[in-house]
């Protein structure tokens, strides 16, 4: 039996058709046709996906177990995904929830280049929680969302990037936006680090990272779902140099977060990645956002640490509590709860700073 992955997916059935249903789902996401079909012996043999295990877990929803044929994905990103869930996700009873994946898979993706290491490397930290801030809002010049960096960095934050949503648009093109940013905090002489969204298609995303390169920037970030799987684990590849935030833009599929964030998108050569905090925006839980934490930091197939960086309307009064919940194998990212301190921006950044810093664990 060649490689296999073995996917779990949650189901909502009754007992009586579970059986049935799992044996279709091992069936779609693996050949997409009636068996009886198929008179290739290598495929029967091979290729037709598996059902490993049946779990009732109650309350209608079943652990469905399935071993894939890993000779399917054809080291592909997109590939990958879309024979883990792409014809099952159309169902809206069907979660992907978690995958094992054969060690050679995993490391031939190549997962983080830098990880949590370089990115406290990167702006001098030691065992600390690292600090991040977000330029916003859309619509601003380059010039204004410069000015907003160069608080920042006067504040002492750790990494600024740009808020998803700034792109290439004509009120801020990316690389007026860059040039700006770079400029004031080169005159600043600090350590920030800006990190700048890339955003396009794939020629554009090269562009963009060219642009960054050329400026000194060591550090962006990228919406892996809006991008795409395989062009930014393609990014990712063709740039060792480059530390990488993904983005969660897109990710409302029933993907299971911990799976998604703390194994595919690290999988793939993310450095950390921003997710929506509990208590915030968002409807993630604290037992999930404590998995997902778990999951990016974890050791797995021998791949370096991925930064966990809860966001998604935190603000500096929940430092604390953040800290004593994950530890100091984090990044906390505050985008308008800083922002709406308006002119006294430096001082409530410096403020966030040295509650981080100054924060001890139990």
Not at 283 to 295: I, K, M, N
Request: aromatic share 6%.
């Amino acid at each position: 039996m060649q490689s296999i992955i073995e996917a779990t997916y949650h189901v909502r059935s009754d007992a009586q058709s579970i059986a049935d249903r799992a044996r279709a789902i091992a069936v779609e996401q693996s050949v997409e046709m009636p068996l009886d079909a198929i008179d290739d012996a290598y495929v029967n043999a091979e290729i037709v996906g598996r059902v490993r295990e049946l779990r009732d877990l109650g309350d209608g929803t079943f652990a469905v177990r399935i071993a894939l044929a890993a000779a399917t994905v054809g080291n592909d990103a997109g590939q990958l995904i879309n024979m883990l869930f792409g014809n099952t996700s159309i169902h809206d009873d069907v979660v992907l929830h978690d995958v094992e994946f054969a060690d050679d898979l995993v490391r031939g993706f190549g997962g983080p280049r830098h990880g949590l290491a370089g990115l406290r490397q990167r702006v001098g930290a030691t065992r600390r929680a690292l600090t991040c801030a977000a330029l916003k809002p859309q619509g601003l010049p380059a010039e204004k969302l410069a000015a907003l960096a160069l608080r920042f960095a006067q504040g002492g934050i750790d990494y600024i990037k740009d808020d998803h949503g700034l792109a290439d648009q004509a009120y801020s093109p990316f690389a007026d936006r860059v040039a700006a940013v770079t400029a004031a905090l080169r005159r600043h002489g600090t350590a920030t680090r800006y990190v700048p969204s890339l955003s396009g298609d794939l020629d554009a995303l090269r562009t963009q990272i060219a642009v960054a390169k050329d400026a000194g920037i060591d550090t962006v970030m990228v919406a892996p779902m809006i991008a795409g799987l395989a062009n930014a684990h393609r990014l990712m590849r063709d740039n060792p140099g480059m530390a990488f935030l993904a983005h969660p833009s897109l990710v409302g599929s029933r993907i299971a977060p911990p799976l998604l964030f703390g194994k595919l998108f690290r999988m793939l050569g993310a450095d950390a990645v921003v997710y929506p905090n509990y208590g915030g925006r968002f409807g993630y839980s604290p037992e999930t956002c404590r998995a997902l934490a778990r999951a990016a930091l974890a050791d797995w197939h021998g791949l370096k640490p991925c930064v966990p960086t809860p966001a998604g309307g935190m603000t500096p009064e929940r430092v604390a509590e953040m800290l004593d919940f994950y530890g100091a194998d984090i990044m906390l990212l505050i985008g308008g709860g800083l922002l709406a301190a308006r002119d006294r921006l430096i001082e409530e950044t410096s403020a966030f700073v040295a509650a981080v810093k100054g924060h001890r664990y139990g």
